[in-house]
């Protein structure tokens, strides 16, 4: 007798959560007894109501500590994307990129360190590494997911944050439906750049349908988005402070970004169940997406005269003004596919095998071109000829207030196509190239440093993913075990990534000419007056690219980092899992749970190179014909196994009053991007640097060399994990719940940075990387070190210092993360029947963290909170969701396309809505109607805020409001 289900409501709702499940998902399930079922009242449930009620049973019914989601039909989930909705459960929180929810943290663990899985398989995503995306996933597709915070040894997809597990619709199990969505979307930041627009829109198409006497389900989802994302990026390169304390940027990074996503998906699912026996389900993913758009704006240094003020509250002049107008078009274009196919065969009434197949990848490019302009090229003006402008610093950053000399980054017949800054320094190996006897303004003759007029930053992804799973399921007779579950899992992974950049040199160097002149399309003028900048040039920044003004060089052979960021990895992985279901009772209170573990067996490699300048000043080239050298190619791997053992047990001490305490040993598979066997050796050609003494790197004073690499043999990161919750169910939709969890990390990635010599590494043999010519100098004018005060004239020929550092991943970092989840679903008609239709759900997760080298976690907030009020009844709904987390830290894409890690602000993100279902209105043609208006980012919370250690903000992005208007109608 399983007396903890007799709680009839979830009962209920449980069978509906069920109906739209994915196998994947209720494998992990408990399902109620036929005798129970026959109890049970058919009652008609919908809207958010229905959805609490349905995820309160998934998560009341579970023998792990779950959270769920559930949509009554599917195509009917209220946000756009599966990410917003799993950015307000307890425990989760949202990462907004580019105005977007798309990244979620569990329990403090950003979604690298997340398992997320599509019906039960693991899921890929289109980035550098293993997160995926969420907001790849339109909301039109899915029926629910469900987060398991606890291990089980049938989870396959596990990570130390927990599991994802997203849902698409079985369609034997649900009811028929042909359900068309359209929405009209509008942005309220403004779409400075006058080529873009603020207003998108979203269809979709659902449908589910049975035939030969209900054996034969088909299930299909098809939806299209184009939504505009308009931004305002302030940036600086850093601050400085002068000897009376006052702080002004060191330089600047203003500009303002338009993109336009454009999102095709298609979700088939095709069910086959012609007896008891025999269930066949064939699933197919398709995502396309298209997200361009173009960057305007200034980067420059920053010099000062006039101050006045104290601290960061200063006001004064920018002198010496020589910006670099960027225009960058940004283009990035992938394919998602995956394909699943599950075969349950019942051997008879207690014995089942299951057979799940499983394939998917995906292709991603993505561009970000630079495009230079300014008031001439580089060497051509003297700094009389530069502009200046007035500004007022706080600790929110700078804005400017006046400016003058500058009227020609408004004129498309003044302002120069061209590099305005040297910024040539990575030509150097081709610097014959650039021989001109055309002099510039000091009198000597242009070079290669004057011949940097863009830049076109561009990399490919490619990942397939091939799984295998054989399961069988028994029920025993037991007195205490009454299930048991074993199964074979293999996978095989293949992802490599290309990362690649052509310097771009303007045909007509040392020349230049107006951007009028070019032949580029001018468009008009992008706003910048929201930084006192004004107005200034916007021209199609891809033309240049395409017309033949530049002239590019492989910056593959130029870079040494870029074959530092270019590597595959192959990991073939063979777990061996069982897993025993018990349940007795002890007295009249019931216990339930599991206990299990995984075999897992792990063979990784990886194939990249080592960046290093060779003797003719290129990398990885000896011999100058574009093919990388045999002797700089890396292969480097590892082979080792994990046993991870589960355990769980829930008691219902009293009616509906459940205490449950779980076990487990998690693991995370390490970063892809740092698992790469790739790596470079780089040198900085700054006078001050070549000039440093070895005894002056040892003192802390930096040194022009470095090294970087991954590590290919880099083990998991592996958790012991230790949790227990308290719930009370009460009423059919409310329940309160408290949960305490315990992680030990027993193995995370640290970053080592040890000093070596270059002139003799000795983690590579060895190596000596200097370079006669390149790595020493004949000074052009006379230095003296800052660092060491020693005095260098002109013409003497320095060598650099041969120490420096050398940066690599490594094991054996450890930590802990401690947690208190809160959460109440409260339906306010548990006061008083006038306010039957109102409630409240609330949660609030506190988390403490401390890793050995004092670093963060990323993706882990110190508090996070969540509310949603709503009101339902007769088909009217209104709600009011606020998320609120504490700031953390993340990845970015930095320089040369490579991931840096970030510190981001904490937000606030309050969304609402308001609807109207047509249901019971009366209205005969009106009946399957929903009429609903949503607004997201309410408070206009700036997103992706960086501060330094001043609390001065060093980047900031605004995105602005968004509004929807949504029409959902289903025919039957």
């Not at 291990?151 to 997809?157: K, N, V, Y």
């Not at 580089?378 to 200046?388: C, I, N, R, V």
């Not at 790596?679 to 022009?704: C, H, M, W, Y």
Request: negative net charge.
């Amino acid at each position: 007798m399983n007396k903890h289900k007799n709680f009839k409501p979830a009962m209920l709702s449980l069978a509906i959560a069920g109906a739209i499940a994915s196998n994947g998902a209720v494998a992990q399930q408990s399902t109620p007894d036929t005798a129970a079922e026959d109890n049970v009242e058919i009652i008609q449930v919908s809207g958010i109501r229905g959805s609490l009620m349905r995820a309160q049973a998934v998560k009341q019914d579970s023998s792990s500590i779950v959270e769920a989601i559930s949509a009554e039909d599917i195509g009917k989930l209220p946000d756009s994307s599966i990410a917003e909705s799993l950015a307000r459960l307890p425990g989760l929180a949202g990462e907004r990129v580019g105005g977007r929810t798309s990244g979620i943290s569990v329990r403090g663990f950003k979604e690298d360190f997340v398992g997320t899985s599509l019906n039960g398989r693991e899921l890929i995503g289109i980035g550098d590494n293993r997160g995926i995306e969420y907001d790849l996933y339109p909301s039109e597709i899915m029926t629910g997911a469900t987060i398991y915070k606890t291990g089980d040894a049938t989870l396959i997809t596990q990570g130390l944050g927990g599991t994802v597990d997203l849902q698409t619709v079985r369609p034997l199990s649900a009811s028929e439906t042909l359900t068309v969505t359209g929405v009209y979307e509008a942005n309220q930041a403004p779409a400075d750049n006058p080529d873009f627009d603020d207003k998108g829109y979203r269809y979709s198409l659902s449908f589910v349908e049975k035939f030969a006497d209900d054996t034969i389900g088909l299930a299909v989802a098809i939806a299209h988005t184009t939504t505009p994302n308009n931004q305002r990026k302030y940036g600086v390169w850093g601050y400085s402070t002068n000897d009376d304390g006052q702080i002004t940027p060191s330089g600047l990074d203003l500009n303002a970004q338009s993109t336009e996503l454009k999102r095709d998906t298609i979700s088939t699912v095709l069910q086959f169940q012609p007896n008891d026996s025999l269930n066949i389900v064939a699933d197919y993913l398709q995502i396309d997406f298209e997200d361009s758009g173009v960057l305007r704006g200034f980067i420059e240094p920053f010099a000062t005269a006039n101050l006045s003020g104290t601290g960061a509250n200063t006001s004064g002049t920018q002198i010496e003004a020589n910006p670099v107008l960027r225009t960058d078009p940004l283009n990035k274009d992938g394919e998602l596919r995956a394909f699943g196919l599950n075969v349950e065969y019942y051997l008879n009434d207690d014995w089942k095998v299951e057979v799940d197949l499983a394939r998917s990848d995906a292709d991603k490019f993505e561009q970000r071109a630079e495009s230079y302009s300014g008031l001439g090229r580089s060497g051509a003006l003297s700094p009389g000829d530069f502009g200046s402008r007035t500004f007022q610093m706080s600790s929110e950053g700078v804005f400017f207030t006046g400016q003058s000399g500058l009227d020609a980054f408004s004129d498309p017949n003044s302002l120069q196509l061209t590099g305005p800054q040297t910024w040539g320094g990575g030509l150097a190996n081709l610097a014959d190239q650039f021989e001109t006897t055309q002099l510039r303004a000091s009198g000597e003759p242009f070079n290669y440093l004057n011949a940097q007029d863009g830049f076109n930053n561009f990399f490919t992804i490619k990942e397939e993913l091939t799984q295998f799973k054989f399961e069988v399921e028994g029920n025993l007779d037991g007195e205490i075990f009454n299930k048991i579950t074993a199964g074979l899992h293999f996978s095989d992974r293949y992802k490599d990534k290309e990362n690649n950049g052509f310097f771009a040199t303007a045909t007509v160097f040392p020349d230049s000419q107006s951007v009028a002149e070019s032949g580029v399309p001018v468009v008009g003028l992008t706003d910048l007056s929201w930084a006192g900048l004004g107005f200034v040039v916007a021209y199609d920044g891809n033309a240049p690219y395409n017309n033949g003004y530049y002239t590019q060089n492989n910056g593959g052979f130029l870079e040494p980092d870029r074959f530092g960021d270019t590597y595959i990895i192959e990991e073939e992985i063979t777990t061996i899992y069982a897993k025993a279901d018990f349940e007795y009772e002890m007295g009249d209170m019931l216990i339930f749970g599991n206990v299990g573990a995984q075999y897992v067996d792990t063979d990784q490699t990886s194939d990249g190179t080592l960046g290093v300048i060779g003797s003719n000043f290129r990398v990885c080239d000896a011999d100058s014909d574009s093919v990388i050298d045999a002797d700089c190619a890396i292969t480097d791997g590892a082979s080792y196994s994990h046993f991870l053992p589960s355990f769980s047990i829930n008691a219902e001490v009293v009616e509906d009053l459940f205490v449950r305490f779980a076990a487990s040993t998690t693991i995370s598979r390490a970063r892809l991007d740092q698992m790469k066997a790739s790596g470079f050796v780089k040198f900085d050609l700054n006078d001050q640097f070549i000039t440093l003494r070895d005894e002056d790197v040892l003192a802390g004073a930096g040194s022009p060399w470095s090294k970087e690499a991954g590590n290919a043999q880099l083990r998991p990161l592996e958790s012991n994990n230790y949790d227990i919750s308290i719930e009370k169910y009460f009423e059919d939709e409310g329940y309160v719940a408290a949960s305490l969890f315990y992680k030990d990390l027993v193995n995370l990635t640290r970053q080592a940075s040890p000093t070596i010599d270059f002139t003799n590494d000795e983690f590579n043999n060895g190596a000596d990387y200097f370079v006669e010519g390149f790595h020493n100098r004949v000074l052009d004018v006379d230095v003296t070190n800052s660092q060491n005060g020693i005095f260098y004239p002109a013409g003497e020929n320095v060598f650099p210092p041969s120490l420096g550092q050398f940066s690599f991943f490594e094991d054996g970092l450890e930590g802990s993360v401690s947690g208190l989840e809160l959460t109440a679903n409260i339906p306010m008609s548990i006061l008083s029947d006038t306010l039957d239709g109102f409630g409240v759900v609330a949660s609030a997760t506190f988390i403490d963290a401390e890793v050995d080298d004092g670093s963060s976690i990323p993706g882990q907030s110190d508090q996070i909170t969540s509310l949603v009020a709503y009101y339902e009844n007769e088909g009217f709904e209104f709600r009011v969701a606020m998320t609120d987390r504490d700031e953390y830290t993340t990845y970015e894409r930095g320089g040369s396309n490579k991931i840096t890690e970030a510190t981001r602000d904490g937000t606030q993100v309050v969304d609402a809505q308001i609807s109207y279902d047509f249901e019971n209105s009366g209205i005969e043609h009106l009946e399957g109607l929903r009429v609903s208006f949503q607004a997201t980012n309410l408070l206009d919370d700036a997103d992706q805020v960086s501060r330094d250690d001043n609390g001065i903000v060093t980047t900031r992005r605004e995105f602005g409001p968004s509004y929807m208007v949504n029409f959902n109608y289903s025919f039957y």
